[in-house]
Nanobody, 127 residues
């Protein structure tokens, strides 16, 4: 079994920054790609970013490209999402997900295909 715990959410003004963390326990961390997804009120969960098991490949949604950076530290079993130049439309609950999928597959698949989810962390961006 895999457990994921997100942290780092909060309230920030537009143009500000936040860094989210996702700590994983359970199965070997380094063998799985990791992804960040988000769900705004009244909307479906959507892909944000993904990173390969070795960290060499990253993928981003067009809406966050150039503003968000995903990274991972396998020694700490943790994946991060650095969010800069935040906009009000980035307001959502952010979830990390993982499973036996490539990062590229995560970027293209429906979130229903993700095997394991955390409980999420709320990010609110005020205008």
């Amino acid at each position: 079994q895999v457990q994921l715990v997100e942290s780092g959410g909060g309230l920030v003004q537009a143009g500000g920054s936040l860094r989210l963390s996702c700590a994983k326990s359970g199965r070997t961390f380094s063998s799985y790609a990791m992804g960040w997804f988000r769900q705004a009120p009244g909307k479906e969960r959507e892909f944000v970013a993904a990173i390969s098991w070795g960290g060499g490949s990253t993928y981003y949604a067009d809406s966050v490209k150039g503003r968000f950076t995903i990274s991972r530290d396998n020694a700490k079993n943790t994946v991060y999402l650095q969010m800069d130049t935040l906009k009000p439309e980035d307001t959502a609950v952010y979830y990390c997900g993982t499973g036996p999928r490539s990062a590229q597959a995560m970027s293209a698949m429906h979130p229903n295909g993700i095997s394991y989810w955390g409980k999420g962390t709320l990010v609110t961006v005020s205008s």
